[in-house]
C-alpha cells in the first residue's frame, strides 16, 4: 500500500487539475454563451420615435434613468433650469445615461404672459445652467404647458434652440394608469414626438411593455432633429419618408368640424362617408400642432403640417387635437379622400 500511496496521490492531483481546467471551460462557454443571447442592439429600424421627459431634474431621475438604460432607451430630456441648478449630478447623470437634455424653461412659467426680455431672460439663464452642468448647451426648447407664440418662438431661435412640442400626450400628467399610457404610446408613428414626465412611476413602469410595442412595429427610439423637430436616427439621419401617398382607388368625401375650442388648442372630428376603408390627407398651418390623434392610423410628411389618416377598425369618424402655437385662427384642411 505504501507503494501505491505516491501514485494514487498523484492521479488525485491529476483528476482535481483535469476538473479545475474543465469547470475553467465550463465558466468561459457560460460567458460566451450569455454574450451571445443579449439582443443586438443593431435591431431593424424601420423609424425613429422621439420619447420625451419633461420638467427634471427630479428626486426619481436616477429611477427613470435605469429603466431607460435596461430597456435600451435613449430619450430627450426637457429640464427645468430651477431643476437642473439644484441638482447638477442628476443633468449630469442623463447625459453619462446616453440622453439628450433640452431646455423647458427656468421654473415652468406660463411664458406667454410675461414679456420678450423676461423670455429672452428666462431661456438664456436655463441654457447656460444646463451647458454649466453637463458641458454642452441645448439645441431643442419645448414651452411649458404647450403654450406659445411667434414672440416666444423667435426667442427660442436667437438663442440657437428649435422649439418642440408633441404629436402624441401619455397622460401620465393627468394620473393615466400604466396600461393606458401604453395605450397612448402605441400611437406613435416614425417621426413623431410623445410627451412624458420624469418623477411618475406609472411612466416609468410603462416604459418596457412600450418599448416591446415599438420593437414589434420596428420603431426605434431616437434623437429630435433641431433643424425640423421630427424624430431622427440617433447619429441625426433622416429615415425614410414617413408619410407614403395614399392607395390608389375611388374617391369619398371626408367632412371636417371644430368641435371643442380651448385658449390654446381645439378638437376636429372628420366624418368619411362613401367608403368603409380610406385614407384621409389633412394639412394644418404653421405653427400649429397636431398633439393626439383617435380612431385612425396616422403619419406625417417631413414638414410635420401634412397628415395622412387611415381607417383603423375603429369606424369612419376620427379626431385629433391641435395646439395653436400662437396661431388661433387657422383651422386644418382637407386635401383628400380616397377609398380602399
Same mark, same amino acid.
Given at each position: 500500500?505504501?507503494?501505491?500511496?505516491?501514485?494514487?496521490?498523484?492521479?488525485?492531483?491529476?483528476?482535481?487539475?483535469?476538473?479545475?481546467?474543465?469547470?475553467?471551460?465550463?465558466?468561459?462557454?457560460?460567458? =460566451?454563451?450569455?454574450?451571445? @443571447?443579449?439582443?443586438?442592439?443593431?435591431?431593424?429600424?424601420?423609424?425613429?420615435?422621439?420619447?420625451?421627459?419633461?420638467?427634471?431634474?427630479?428626486?426619481?431621475?436616477?429611477?427613470?434613468?435605469?429603466?431607460?438604460? #435596461?430597456?435600451?432607451?435613449?430619450?430627450?430630456?426637457?429640464? =427645468?433650469?430651477?431643476?437642473?441648478?439644484?441638482?447638477?449630478?442628476?443633468?449630469?447623470?442623463?447625459?453619462?445615461?446616453?440622453?439628450? =437634455? #433640452?431646455?423647458?424653461?427656468?421654473?415652468?412659467?406660463?411664458?406667454t404672459s410675461v414679456s420678450q426680455a423676461q423670455m429672452q431672460s428666462d431661456l438664456s439663464q436655463t441654457s447656460s445652467a444646463i451647458q454649466s452642468a453637463t458641458g454642452s448647451r441645448p439645441a431643442l426648447f419645448r414651452p411649458p404647458y404647450g403654450e406659445t407664440n411667434s414672440t416666444l418662438q423667435s426667442v427660442a431661435s436667437s438663442l440657437g434652440m428649435r422649439q418642440v412640442l408633441w404629436d402624441v400626450d401619455s397622460q401620465?400628467?393627468?394620473?393615466?394608469?400604466?396600461?393606458?399610457? =401604453?395605450?397612448? #404610446?402605441?400611437?406613435?408613428?416614425?417621426?413623431?414626438?410623445?410627451?412624458?414626465?420624469?418623477?411618475?412611476?406609472?411612466?416609468?413602469?410603462?416604459?418596457?411593455?412600450?418599448?416591446?410595442?415599438?420593437?414589434?412595429?420596428?420603431?426605434?427610439?431616437?434623437?429630435?432633429?433641431?433643424?425640423?423637430? *421630427?424624430?431622427?436616427?440617433?447619429?441625426?439621419?433622416?429615415?425614410?419618408?414617413?408619410?407614403?401617398?395614399?392607395?390608389?382607388?375611388?374617391?369619398?368625401?371626408?367632412?371636417?368640424?371644430?368641435?371643442?375650442?380651448?385658449?390654446?388648442?381645439?378638437?376636429?372630428?372628420?366624418?368619411?362617408?362613401? #367608403?368603409?376603408?380610406?385614407?384621409?390627407?389633412?394639412?394644418?398651418?404653421?405653427?400649429? *400642432?397636431?398633439?393626439?390623434?383617435?380612431?385612425?392610423?396616422?403619419?406625417?410628411? @417631413?414638414?410635420?403640417?401634412?397628415?395622412?389618416?387611415?381607417?383603423?377598425?375603429?369606424?369612419?369618424?376620427?379626431?385629433?387635437?391641435?395646439?395653436?402655437?400662437?396661431? @388661433?385662427?387657422?383651422?386644418?384642411?382637407?386635401? @383628400?379622400?380616397?377609398?380602399?
Open positions: 500500500m505504501s507503494r501505491l500511496f505516491p501514485r494514487t496521490a498523484l492521479w488525485s492531483r491529476r483528476l482535481r487539475a483535469a476538473l479545475a481546467v474543465l469547470a475553467t471551460a465550463v465558466a468561459m462557454c457560460g460567458v =460566451v454563451l450569455a454574450a451571445t @443571447s443579449t439582443p443586438s442592439s443593431a435591431a431593424t429600424c424601420n423609424g425613429y420615435v422621439g420619447l420625451t421627459f419633461d420638467d427634471g431634474p427630479t428626486g426619481s431621475t436616477s429611477a427613470l434613468l435605469n429603466v431607460l438604460r #435596461a430597456n435600451g432607451v435613449r430619450a430627450t430630456m426637457f429640464n =427645468v433650469g430651477q431643476n437642473v441648478q439644484n441638482n447638477r449630478s442628476a443633468a449630469q447623470a442623463q447625459v453619462s445615461a446616453g440622453m439628450w =437634455v #433640452a431646455n423647458h424653461s427656468w421654473n415652468h412659467a406660463h411664458m401620465d400628467w393627468n394620473g393615466a394608469s400604466v396600461s393606458q399610457i =401604453v395605450a397612448n #404610446a402605441s400611437r406613435l408613428q416614425a417621426g413623431q414626438v410623445i410627451l412624458m414626465h420624469d418623477g411618475i412611476q406609472n411612466t416609468r413602469d410603462a416604459i418596457p411593455q412600450i418599448m416591446a410595442n415599438l420593437t414589434s412595429r420596428n420603431l426605434c427610439p431616437g434623437m429630435i432633429s433641431p433643424s425640423t423637430g *421630427r424624430a431622427v436616427a440617433p447619429d441625426g439621419t433622416t429615415p425614410p419618408p414617413t408619410t407614403t401617398p395614399p392607395p390608389s382607388g375611388g374617391t369619398c368625401t371626408a367632412t371636417a368640424a371644430t368641435t371643442n375650442v380651448w385658449g390654446d388648442r381645439y378638437n376636429t372630428s372628420v366624418t368619411v362617408s362613401g #367608403a368603409s376603408t380610406w385614407t384621409v390627407v389633412v394639412a394644418i398651418t404653421s405653427p400649429q *400642432r397636431i398633439s393626439t390623434v383617435w380612431n385612425g392610423t396616422a403619419t406625417w410628411d @417631413s414638414s410635420g403640417t401634412v397628415m395622412t389618416m387611415r381607417s383603423n377598425g375603429s369606424g369612419n369618424t376620427f379626431g385629433f387635437t391641435t395646439m395653436t402655437n400662437g396661431n @388661433s385662427s387657422a383651422r386644418p384642411q382637407i386635401r @383628400s379622400c380616397t377609398s380602399g
